[in-house]
């Protein structure tokens, strides 16, 4: 099992930055790929980015491209998500996730909550 807490959000001004921590325990992530998925009220939870296990590559949907950077440190089992010059559309509970062995989004943590104001 793998236990995922994440931190760092909070309320920023639009154009502002804000660098989201999640810190894993349990079985080592080391080897599992890594993702930062977001939900804002009443829309449904989409991925924003993710990280393969030696952090030589890293996806993000186009939109986000140049805003949004995923980074990790197994050696620290942990993975953070860089936000900047970030928009009022941006606000939504931020989730970070682990890739198990059946290549699905297996692990996920509780959430934190990222409010953009204009």
């Known amino acids: 099992q793998v236990q995922l807490v994440e931190s760092g959000g909070g309320l920023v001004q639009a154009g502002g930055s804000l660098r989201l921590s999640c810190a894993a325990s349990?079985?080592?992530?080391?080897?599992?790929?890594m993702g930062w998925f977001r939900q804002a009220p009443g829309k449904e939870r989409e991925w924003i980015a993710s990280?393969?296990?030696?952090?030589?590559?890293?996806y993000s949907p186009d939109f986000l491209k140049g805003r949004f950077t995923i980074s990790r440190d197994n050696a620290k089992s942990a993975v953070y998500l860089q936000m900047n010059s970030l928009k009022p559309e941006d606000t939504a509970v931020y989730y970070c996730?682990?890739?198990?062995?059946?290549?699905?989004?297996?692990?996920w943590g509780q959430g934190t909550q990222v409010t953009v104001s204009s």
């Open positions: 990280i393969r296990w030696s952090g030589d590559s890293t």
């Open positions: 996730a682990a890739m198990g062995d059946s290549e699905t989004w297996a692990y």
């Open positions: 349990g079985r080592t992530i080391s080897r599992y790929e």
